[in-house]
């Protein structure tokens, strides 16, 4: 197979555009069209649905299957890329994290401080975006490891727990809850995270096993939005207690706990894409995540 024409095919399907392809590989809109009619002419199958005008551009079913492998091998090839220049002991490189907005803002500096201070000619980039996104990213092989709350739904990725985000409902601080606390609970304006945040996956999820419906909800970009409205008085919230913490002890937000319940929490997770092997410098900073 020609790889250079499968590489033709992959950017193509990624960007989901012959002109965008033959911008990002620094080749003319005909050269791309020609290398794809060489592939499929090669292995006898259509791989792209000719859209109309407007439309967006499809992958056949064939297609589809293509980009699933081609995705992989250009990820070892990255890795294989990436393992050599790492061979100098770790002295040069870049290494990409992706991680969801709280474990970004919270969680992940002390550990980077501590990478960078061990393997400082190491360039470090950090990608902040939710679950989802982080997740595509890690399947686009833009990122070396994630780091998230929510669990993976992409069955090549492959999840590794690294500890546990204590959480708690917050309501404002000049709420009093009844006694009958679910239900008065139940009857608040809920502040919750956008589809996709790992957030509100897990919120969800807990909300249920403690009986609270939710019957009204806001949706607020990120943690610490949600957690400033509480404070104004505009709903209550599920939170990560690290997030929640300063407003707490300033006396605008207070925890409320369900009797006899466990304490909420949530995973975070580790994440790596199966069919790309780390690099040296991924593998130090997951014994640095693991270690420390």
């Known amino acids: ?21 033959a911008e990002a590989l620094f080749i003319s809109q005909p050269a791309v069209s020609k290398a794809l009619k060489e592939l499929e002419h090669q292995l006898n199958i ?60 919270y969680w992940l500096p002390p550990y980077l401080a501590n990478f960078c201070t061990q393997y400082p000619h190491i360039k470090v980039e950090v990608q902040v975006a939710n679950t989802a996104h982080i997740e595509q990213a890690l399947r686009d092989c833009t990122i070396d490891l994630a780091l998230v709350e929510g669990t993976p739904t992409e069955p090549h990725i492959i999840s590794k727990h690294w500890q546990n985000d204590k959480m708690s409902i917050v309501i404002p601080s ?29 919120s969800s999820k807990l909300l249920t096993q403690h009986a609270v419906k939710v019957e009204e909800s806001m949706q ?3 943690n610490e939005a949600i957690a400033r409205a509480v404070a104004q008085g505009m709903g209550v919230a599920l939170l990560p207690n690290v997030v929640t913490e300063d407003l707490v002890q ?18 975070l997770y580790q994440l790596h894409y199966k069919d790309r092997p780390s690099s ?3 593998q130090a900073f997951e014994k640095n995540l693991f270690n420390k």
């Open 1 to 21: 197979m020609n790889l250079h024409a499968l590489r033709v095919f992959y950017t193509v399907a990624k960007l989901g555009s012959f002109s965008g392809a």
């Open 280 to 282: 040296h410098a991924a």
């Open 46 to 105: 259509q791989l792209i649905e000719r859209a109309s005008k407007g439309k967006k551009l499809t992958l056949s079913e064939g297609g589809q299957a293509l980009f699933e492998h081609a995705r992989s091998i250009f990820a070892i090839e990255k890795a294989a890329i990436d393992d050599i220049k790492s061979r100098t002991g770790l002295k040069r490189g870049t290494l990409v994290i992706g991680a969801s907005t709280t474990i970004a803002s």
């Open 174 to 202: 000049t709420f009093t809850p009844d006694k009958n606390l679910q239900r008065w609970l139940s009857k608040q304006n809920w502040l919750l995270r956008e589809p996709g945040s790992g957030t509100l996956e897990i």
């Open 220 to 222: 607020l970009g990120s």
């Open 250 to 267: 300033l006396g605008k937000l207070k925890r409320v706990s369900q009797q006899n319940k466990a304490p909420l929490s949530r995973p």
